[in-house]
């Protein structure tokens, strides 16, 4: 069984601004082994670990970064934390991004969910995966990151509900605003990216070139991946659950997921009299019944916290 625990010293911490700090921690075995959309659980004053996505990874120095957002006094606490300080912190943990077979990456993002997309941005970069990203802020002075993901991607379009910065509106309307501009460029291309979306099946992407990808507010996460379907993209989003251990034991951040059942077949040996026709008997050689989707639930700490999108019970 491989080591999770690990002790991490805080080598670097950047403010943002008053209610968004940005830390970097020294873990050669995190940074060898993180993949976009994990995470990690990080020991504070409070009894349990916060988790928090990998926001950024420097494999080369052995580093990993997070985004913490201060919302009560739990996250508050990491904003006192001292450079040269040795934090213990779980990870990587959980089941991130799935990027094989991808040409091109539509992603967006809000809030705090903005921070792990550095990461995936830098991935994709790597892999050669051209990049589109959307995020959405309340105003320009809860913009986050915007120069980085701009510098990363191969096009980015920023919305703001006051219009301070970027577009007027919200996350939804820059990602519609990208998908317009591509869709005009692409041309007939366009559906030779697309993939079956009636085909999938729980974390299998391989027949996928063209993809979206979120991480924000459930809210803005159900709208983009309702867009997605309807466009015909495949979508995965990384949902945000309660936690208490973060390696699936307790359960706590159970998410509810749907699952296909198989069409049950019956084949009854009785006649069917249809009381009202009289003697009419009608024969039932074989009875088809499909089922609705069923629910189960999956824990967003180990089989997620990404997922795709059409086995979420919204």
């Given amino acids: 069984m491989r080591k999770i625990e690990h002790d991490c010293t805080l080598i670097k911490k950047t403010l943002l601004n008053q209610d968004n700090i940005f830390l970097t921690f020294q873990s050669q075995i995190i940074s060898d082994t993180a993949q976009p959309g994990q995470f990690v659980a990080i020991k504070g004053p409070a009894f349990l ?38 934090i213990s912190v779980l990870g990587p943990l959980g089941h991130g991004f799935e990027l094989d ?118 809210p803005m996460m159900q709208k983009a991946a309702t867009w997605a379907r309807q466009i015909g993209i495949q979508c995965q989003v990384s949902l945000e659950e309660r936690m208490a251990c973060g390696i699936g034991i307790c359960r706590t951040c159970a998410v509810a997921v749907k699952r296909e059942s198989d069409a049950v077949k019956r084949e009854p040996d009785t006649e069917v009299i249809k009381a009202d026709a009289g003697a009419i008997k009608n024969k039932i050689d074989t009875v088809e019944v499909r089922h609705e989707p069923e629910f189960d639930y999956d824990r967003c700490c180990v089989e997620g916290p990404v997922f795709p999108a059409e086995v979420v019970q919204w």
């Fill in 101 to 218: 077979g991808l040409e091109t990456l539509f992603i967006i993002g809000g809030g705090t969910g903005i921070y792990p997309l550095l990461f995936l941005l830098e991935t994709a970069k790597r892999k050669g995966i051209k990049t589109y990203i959307a995020t959405g802020f309340r105003s320009n002075d809860d913009v986050l990151l915007a120069e980085e993901m701009n510098g990363l991607a191969d096009g980015f379009c920023l919305a703001t509900e006051d219009g301070s910065s970027g577009i007027k509106g919200f996350a939804q309307n820059a990602l519609e605003k990208l998908w317009s501009d591509f869709s005009n460029n692409c041309g007939s291309n366009l559906e030779d990216l697309k993939s079956d979306v009636d085909n999938f099946v729980e974390h299998s992407f391989e027949n996928s070139k063209i993809a979206l990808f979120c991480c924000g507010p459930h």
């Fill in 49 to 86: 670990r916060r988790p928090f996505g990998i926001a950024q990874v420097d494999r080369s120095a052995g580093t990993f970064s997070l985004g913490i957002r201060k919302k009560a006094a739990g996250t508050a606490a990491f904003f006192d934390v001292e450079i040269g300080e040795t």
